[in-house]
């Protein structure tokens, strides 16, 4: 079956389900690194990403967003001059109740009867103003790192905001 809509997900409802222990088969989480670029220097400009709403975001979603904006800043400001981290894990466990559509589905699928789910994803529940992504970067790569983190954005099923940390007064 195809995947859902994120704005099936996006809506922060019910418990977290999140003991793994007690359900087999949850899908791993699609994000490959939290942390990229140059990992040992202390870079002097922070800007982080925030959600302006409560909200809860796919694992795929948070991929697409680190992806987007690593490229963009390993291309235009070397991978030297940045320190890109995801701030967030995707715990809590998505569930679908599946059902079959076609020719005899009537016969197959039981409707609404045992509709807990299966697994079908994480997610990361995400707070007002809580940082998703940040970037430490030195003051001449400024720009690129805010436009990095607007493309990121575009990725992710709510507003968000950039907000410059450290070093305001070195940029403007």
Not at 69 to 97: D, F, M, Q, T, W
Not at 103 to 121: E, H, I, L, Q
């Amino acid at each position: 079956m195809a995947r859902k809509p994120a704005v099936m997900y996006r809506q922060v409802k019910g418990m977290a389900y999140t003991r793994r222990k007690f359900m087999g088969g949850v899908p791993n989480s699609r994000i490959q690194q939290f942390e990229m670029g140059n990992l040992k220097e202390d870079f002097p400009v922070v800007l982080t990403l925030r959600v302006k709403n409560r909200v809860q975001i796919r694992h795929t979603s948070l991929e697409a967003g680190r992806i987007a904006a690593n490229r963009l800043l390993s291309k235009e400001a070397g991978v030297a001059n940045y320190h890109l981290r995801v701030r967030v894990y995707p715990h809590i466990v998505l569930r679908e109740n599946k059902l079959a559509t076609g020719a005899g589905a009537d016969r197959v699928s039981s409707g609404m009867r045992a509709a807990f789910g299966k697994n079908v994803g994480t997610a990361a529940r995400l707070e007002r103003n809580q940082v998703i992504l940040s970037v430490s970067c030195t003051p001449a790569v400024f720009d690129k790192a805010k436009l990095a983190l607007w493309k990121a954005s575009m990725k992710y099923p709510t507003p968000c905001y950039i907000d410059v940390e450290k070093g305001k007064e070195l940029v403007m």
